[in-house]
């Protein structure tokens, strides 16, 4: 059974579809984790800054409970910290440690985009042409807000292609933490434009189904990000 790329969803969108009772639930929770997660990517809160439930409550229109189960989630993905008798707070994630989570990443990212380019079908290819195509023109338009959700959807769905259950799984924990110090680079208009051509490289190799190319692609990538990432340190 083939596995198709699908259009990026639109931003806020559903992306199950599903408007059934039983599942909303589980969509508020998974609505509200989203919601914070991208707040602390974007720099909204700072690290060290306190989570007050009660704030976050207000602020995303939802339960005490919804956000306390958010709050768990981001904390196993390492985005906050859960302090004892003291609620959550962000998590400061340091420039070194970002690297270090980036060159983890050079590895399992690699190794996803080889094995997609090896289940790659005709659909998925011509679902990824496209994909490059709105990355390039976001870039060109000066999106850039648009192009970093492209951005972040087109590392979701080589995971999912990869049919590597392990390496997603390690990916889904490890991205959320480096992603942050990223996204700084993201909005510099500059820095996208050396980017977005990286990524269409990356593809273009899964396109044409050599493994070698896109593991090479996406490693050159991240030693390019580690690279940017401490010049603007610097």
């Known amino acids: 059974m083939s596995m198709t790329v699908q259009d990026p969803p639109a931003a806020g969108a559903n992306p199950s579809g599903s408007a059934g009772a039983a599942d909303a639930p589980v969509n508020a ?9 991208d707040a602390i990517i974007r720099g909204e809160y700072a690290p060290n800054q306190r989570l007050i439930e009660a704030d976050l409550s207000s602020t995303f ?7 306390r189960t958010a709050l768990l989630e981001l904390a196993s993905e390492g985005l906050v910290e859960r302090l004892p008798n003291r609620g959550s707070r962000v998590r400061a994630i340091s ?6 989570i980036i060159e983890v990443r050079m590895g399992v990212e690699g190794l996803c985009a080889a094995k997609t380019a090896l289940n790659l079908t005709d659909a998925d290819a011509t679902a990824l042409e496209r994909l490059r195509d709105d990355m390039v023109a976001s870039v060109a338009e000066g999106d850039l807000v648009e192009y970093s959700r492209l951005n972040q959807y087109l590392d979701v769905r080589i995971r999912e292609l990869s049919r590597h259950a392990t390496a997603s799984d390690v990916l889904a924990r490890l991205h959320a933490q480096s992603v942050r110090h990223q996204f700084k680079l993201s909005s510099r208009p ?4 050396v980017s977005v051509l990286q990524h269409a490289d990356i593809i273009d190799a899964i396109i044409a189904r050599d493994p070698d190319g ?7 990538h991240l030693r390019s990000v580690i690279d940017a990432l401490r010049e603007l340190e610097s």
């Not at 500059?190 to 434009?193: L, S």
């Open 214 to 220: 896109a593991e090479q692609a996406v490693r050159s």
């Open 190 to 193: 500059q820095r996208a434009k």
């Open 29 to 37: 929770d998974a609505r509200v984790t989203d919601l914070i997660r």
């Open 95 to 100: 420039l070194d440690e970002a690297i270090e």
């Open 61 to 67: 229109s939802a339960s005490r409970a919804t956000v």
